[in-house]
């Protein structure tokens, strides 16, 4: 068991960055939500504590978004070790709520849409427009909610299954 959380987060992160480079023919709006999309799997992971998210992964992960979105080589890069960075930063007891992840993510959205603006700017020697960043890093922190909502609902079930279980053992020893 180990072992497949040792690399669950990158198995994911992969799948998630594979999907994201996929030609979707989405909209232009789409473009500041999709590469986002691997780091807020990371998110999930680094919230709940599952695994490790190692650093290199985020990196690689960021380089390939980078080449399949023809930007400059390490933005993305370096937005998901800045995120990743700061999520990692928060006391471990601000995780263990929902209200408690539900603000980690705000403040890692605040902190994600910063460090985009500033690299963008300093790329491009101008300020870029900050509503298609903000709507992007939204709609991605959006899909985070919703993960972590379907992961709370997995653990519910599985509660509630082993307290059935558990009854049902019980009932027959007794």
Same mark, same amino acid.
């Given at each position: 068991?180990?072992?497949?959380?040792?690399?669950?987060?990158?198995?994911?992160?992969?799948?998630?960055?594979?999907?994201?480079?996929?030609?979707?023919?989405? !909209?232009?709006?789409?473009?500041?939500?999709?590469?986002?999309? !691997?780091?807020?799997?990371?998110?999930?992971?680094?919230?709940?504590?599952?695994?490790?998210? !190692?650093?290199?992964?985020?990196?690689?992960?960021?380089?390939?978004?980078?080449?399949?979105?023809?930007?400059? =080589?390490?933005?993305?890069?370096?937005?998901?070790?800045?995120?990743?960075?700061?999520?990692?930063?928060? !006391?471990?007891?601000?995780?263990?709520?929902?209200?408690?992840?539900?603000?980690?993510?705000?403040?890692?959205? =605040?902190?994600?849409?910063?460090?985009?603006?500033?690299?963008?700017?300093?790329?491009?020697?101008?300020?870029?427009?900050?509503?298609?960043?903000?709507?992007?890093?939204?709609?991605?922190?959006?899909?985070?909610?919703?993960?972590?909502?379907?992961?709370?609902?997995?653990?519910?079930?599985?509660?509630?299954?082993?307290?059935?279980?558990?009854?049902?053992?019980?009932?027959?020893?007794?």
């Amino acid at each position: 068991m180990k072992a497949v959380l040792a690399i669950l987060p990158g198995v994911v992160i992969t799948m998630v960055l594979a999907l994201a480079c996929a030609p979707w023919g989405a !909209p232009d709006e789409a473009r500041f939500v999709m590469p986002l999309l !691997p780091y807020m799997a990371a998110h999930v992971f680094l919230a709940r504590g599952v695994g490790v998210v !190692p650093s290199p992964i985020l990196f690689v992960a960021g380089l390939v978004m980078d080449l399949a979105t023809h930007g400059p =080589l390490g933005f993305w890069a370096i937005i998901y070790l800045s995120g990743a960075l700061f999520a990692r930063q928060l !006391p471990g007891g601000i995780m263990q709520t929902a209200l408690g992840r539900l603000g980690a993510l705000a403040a890692t959205v =605040l902190v994600l849409f910063v460090v985009q603006v500033a690299v963008a700017s300093l790329y491009k020697f101008e300020w870029v427009d900050w509503r298609g960043v903000i709507a992007g890093t939204s709609v991605a922190a959006l899909a985070v909610l919703i993960v972590d909502l379907i992961w709370r609902s997995g653990q519910s079930a599985a509660q509630v299954n082993v307290t059935q279980r558990g009854a049902s053992q019980a009932g027959r020893v007794g």
